[in-house]
């Protein structure tokens, strides 16, 4: 009985996040036109209140189209693998009411997830055989194995600062001061790091569309293109409210929680209105030469400002 309780909370959860994932890309068409002085999206429903339920219904009857020369099998499973990914990651959150699946190893959980996105992206790419695709795929996996060293090593320092690798403790010791105010620069670099994580502007490499067409998707189209879509966004919204449980503190049942992802998710956007593509050498520079340093200094710092506290 147990379990089958976890699994209709787990259920609700993702019917509720592929929702969150339908405003956030309404959001993001409404801001990013108020950026562009220009309309979004204002015909369906009141003030284009449902194009995302329109845009999923037209994408998801359209025919389905095959490269003839495509790897079949990888080629269509490849997307409903990003999707699963992008959604059993969420089982992290520690929740405190209806069962829900959180657990003590969820930081380590997190990170094996984030390490099994990049595969889909490759086998996208590759399994199309097409060579914008594999090239977008080739970018996806040097970036991805770039970011997730500092990601990894951020985690670490508060891994040790708070003592375990829950994610339900960093709420308890953000209480009265907020980890964004303990160490500011290790939350920008974990924004710029998430910004490249989920292949966002000016990180956007795997799916560079002035030299790449569509990177890795290009040759996907109805169906298959939607859930690489809502993979992409469901991983914003999940860094989003990361973010905030990570730096900005808060109670995962609270109402100023959420305003706070939406808040963060928000600045997703604004940076992708703002900001113009980075050249690709530059991208591996600053992930090599600036993020990892400060990242191993503020490792070694929080391990030996632990290590007073347990001595004094």
């Known amino acids: 009985m147990m379990w089958l309780v976890s699994f209709v909370n787990y259920l609700v959860l993702i019917i509720c996040v592929l ?36 845009d ?26 990003s999707l699963f990914l992008a959604l059993l990651v969420w089982v992290v959150m520690p929740y405190e009411m209806g069962m829900m699946m ?3 190893m ?9 390490s099994f996105g990049v595969y889909s992206t490759m086998v996208a790419g590759w399994s199309s055989n097409c060579k914008y695709s594999l090239l977008g795929s080739l970018r996806a996996v040097a970036q991805t194995i770039s970011y997730e060293v500092s990601l990894a090593l951020i985690l670490l320092s508060y891994i040790i600062l708070v003592g375990g690798f829950s994610l339900g403790l960093f709420s308890g010791y953000q209480s009265s001061l907020w980890f964004m105010f303990l160490s500011f620069p290790l939350s920008l670099i974990w924004f710029a790091s998430c910004l490249a994580e989920t292949n966002r502007t000016p990180f956007d490499f795997a799916e560079g569309e002035s030299e790449l067409v569509s990177g890795f998707n290009t040759e996907y189209s109805s169906g298959g293109f939607a859930l690489i879509f809502m993979a ?4 914003i919204l999940f860094m989003s409210v990361l973010f905030v449980m990570i ?34 050498d530059k991208l591996m520079y600053l992930a090599w030469k600036s993020f990892l340093p400060v990242s191993i200094n503020y490792l070694i710092f929080f391990s030996g400002f632990k290590s007073l506290c347990f001595l004094f």
Do not use: D, H
């Open 56 to 81: 999923a219904v037209k994408l998801f009857c359209k025919e389905q189209t095959m490269p003839s020369s495509s790897n079949y099998l990888a080629y269509y499973l490849s997307p409903v693998f």
């Open 247 to 280: 730096f900005l503190g808060g109670e995962v049942c609270s109402f100023m929680f959420y305003l706070k992802s939406v808040t963060v998710a928000f600045i997703f956007v604004w940076v992708r209105g703002t900001l113009p593509r980075l050249r690709y």
């Open 102 to 104: 959180g657990f003590f």
């Open 232 to 235: 992409e966004y469901a991983s």
């Open 19 to 54: 929702v969150g994932v339908a405003f956030v890309t309404l959001l993001e068409r409404k801001i990013l036109g108020f950026i562009q002085i220009r309309l979004g999206p204002n015909k369906v429903g009141y003030m284009g209140i449902l194009q995302p339920f329109s």
């Open 106 to 114: 969820s930081v380590l959980f997190f990170l094996c997830c984030l």
